[in-house]
């Protein structure tokens, strides 16, 4: 349960209190627009994890 | 020009066809009418959250937006996926409270939990007071499109009023199932459009994104982050919070989570929705090309950047199919907002004074009635895409305490405290924003960091102090108005 919620804590540190420190050019992109991008990607991949620890999705796929 | 015209009408005729096609595959019952009976499978579900996500806002307002004020854009990017981490514990809660007690809107969540009619109307008016200024943005984006991609055969004025006219049309001939069909032809569309311009534009202008990133850091340093005090960390961060709490108060996404066929549905879109943000990178581009590709626009013609750049580059025929991608930006959104508002003030305002009335046509005559108050203001209006968008955000942001509140094991506030929390918070971003104050105006003595938060932040304390003092005061006098706290 607690590592739900770790897992669901990360995309709100990276895209809101990561910002006063990233506010270099990386696969061209201006650095503060990577690390949004990359934060989106790090988001979608901890809801995954969140998604497969959740035990109410193992009990709708068993019904 | 004749060119441009004739795809972006033949664009619409395939959007008013499949909307007619659509309505003779469903009864027309009020619900059905309003959240398609709760028959919609997960294909459709996120094709509809999509077509919601991807509207006007996203093809010229984001656009727009870059070209006055360059990074403070990557709000959208930010509230949108914080947004969805939310929706995996919030949204299956309100579906399974709903399909439990058949509700139908947003107002009927709150009648419910708050046990208080009066709450569901206050709910009711916010909400289209919120959804007014998404419509106008709607029309507004159709204007500019229209009026641009004819080359001016067409103004924008005489551009808004067809379009209102049309969006009424086609919402009066059909409903939410004509949104779904449509939302696949526009999905499609703008998919196309918007990844050819951005990968197309800063190749032909500037080499590669690299080579377009490294200009206008040469041209406006520092111009691709926060880079001013007015927009800066402090704003974008109030901006992302006030953002993500009011992104599902939306009263059109409440009914279109409610017709939902399983509470998964909202886990699975929660791991891929994300990802699909990263489709804005490349209206991002275009921004920046924009700035220093067609120089010299206003801050009034910000929101043309976008199409005068397609212009300059691209033939007729091209700028035809992006006209029809914007026009289906507009017209899919404005006619799910439109469907909303009707049903809303039908349901919620109108029901209670006249208990007897067919609800459902009465939910039908209102939507010229709004149209007519939409095509007004989109005239009389100023204010540039993003500007409304944020004023939209900001009143029904002040929805979610009491929602929240109301989900909690025992609800701590009552109907009155509810009510008043939400008055307040919206008569204060009404009089903030009539009076063209901020932070920094109404609160001088805050430390330096703090002036330029986003002024729902304001309003959202204001309303939480004003929920709170309330139900103090009335439930000394009375047992509080919710019977029911769990969710």
């Known amino acids: 349960m607690w590592l739900r919620f770790v897992l669901a804590a990360v995309p709100f540190a990276l895209i809101l209190g990561a ?18 991008s990359l934060s989106i990607v790090v988001t979608s991949a901890c809801m995954a994890a969140v998604y497969r620890l959740d035990p109410a999705n193992r009990e709708e796929a068993e019904q | 020009m004749i060119v441009s015209l004739a795809l972006m009408a033949l664009t619409l005729g395939v959007a008013v066809y499949l909307g007619i096609r659509a309505r003779g595959r469903s009864a027309m019952s009020l619900e059905r009418w309003a959240v398609g009976g709760r028959s919609l499978g997960g294909v459709f579900v996120f094709l509809l959250m999509a077509g919601e996500i991807y509207t006007t806002t996203t093809f010229l307002g984001i656009s727009g937006f870059i070209y006055g004020n360059g990074g403070a854009a990557y709000y959208i990017l930010a509230y949108v996926t914080l947004a969805y981490v939310v929706s995996y514990w919030l949204l299956p809660v309100l579906w399974r409270y709903a399909k439990e007690h058949g509700l139908v809107s947003q107002a009927d969540f709150f009648i419910k939990k708050y046990n208080s009619r009066g709450l569901g109307v206050v709910v009711t008016v916010i909400g289209v007071a919120g959804m007014v200024p998404f419509l106008v943005l709607q029309l507004k984006g159709l204007g500019i499109i229209v009026a641009e991609a004819s080359y ?15 969006l ?74 006030v953002s993500t709490l009011g992104f599902y108060m939306w009263p059109h996404l409440f009914a279109a989570t409610f017709s939902a066929r399983k509470e998964s549905t909202f886990r699975k879109n929660a791991v891929v929705f994300p990802l699909y943000q990263l489709f804005l990178l490349f209206v991002f581009f275009v921004g920046f090309a924009a700035v220093l590709a067609v120089p010299g626009l206003s801050a ?26 914007g026009l289906l930006a507009a017209l899919v959104p404005g ?74 094991p025992k609800n701590p506030a009552n109907s009155w405290g509810a009510g008043a929390g939400m008055l307040a918070g919206t008569g204060a971003i009404a009089y903030l924003t009539v009076n063209g104050l901020t932070v920094a105006d109404v609160a001088p003595f805050l430390s330096p960091v703090l002036l330029h938060l986003n002024v729902g932040v304001l309003a959202l304390v204001l309303n939480l102090t004003v929920l709170a003092l309330v139900t103090l005061a009335t439930s000394r006098r009375a047992p509080a108005l919710s019977p029911e706290g769990t969710a």
């Open chain 1, 19 to 36: 910002i006063p420190w990233v506010n270099p050019y990386v696969l061209g992109l201006p650095f503060l627009l990577f690390w949004l």
């Open chain 2, 152 to 166: 001016g055969a067409v103004p924008s004025s005489v551009a808004i009023v067809i379009g209102g006219v049309l």
């Open chain 2, 168 to 241: 009424t049309g086609y919402v009066t001939l059909s409903g939410l199932f004509a949104a779904a069909w449509t939302s696949v032809v526009k999905d499609i569309l703008i998919v196309i459009v918007v990844g050819f311009l951005g990968i197309y534009l800063p190749l032909r202008y500037f080499g590669s994104v690299g080579d377009l990133f490294a200009a206008v850091e040469a041209a406006r340093p520092h111009f691709a982050a926060l880079h001013t005090d007015n927009l800066g960390v402090s704003w974008y961060i109030s901006t992302v919070v």
């Open chain 2, 300 to 325: 009034g013609q910000a929101d043309l950047s976008l199409l005068r750049l397609a212009k300059e580059s691209l033939p007729p025929v091209v700028i035809g199919l992006v006209g029809g991608g």
């Open chain 2, 335 to 408: 006619a799910m907002l439109l469907n909303t508002t009707s049903a809303l003030i039908a349901n919620n305002v109108y029901k209670p004074l006249r208990p007897g009335a067919d609800i459902g046509r009465v939910a039908r005559l209102m939507v010229p009635c709004v149209g007519v108050v939409t095509i007004y203001l989109a005239l009389n209006d100023g204010a540039a895409i993003v500007t409304l968008l944020l004023l939209a955000y900001a009143l029904v942001t002040q929805l979610a305490p009491a929602l929240l509140l109301s989900l909690l």
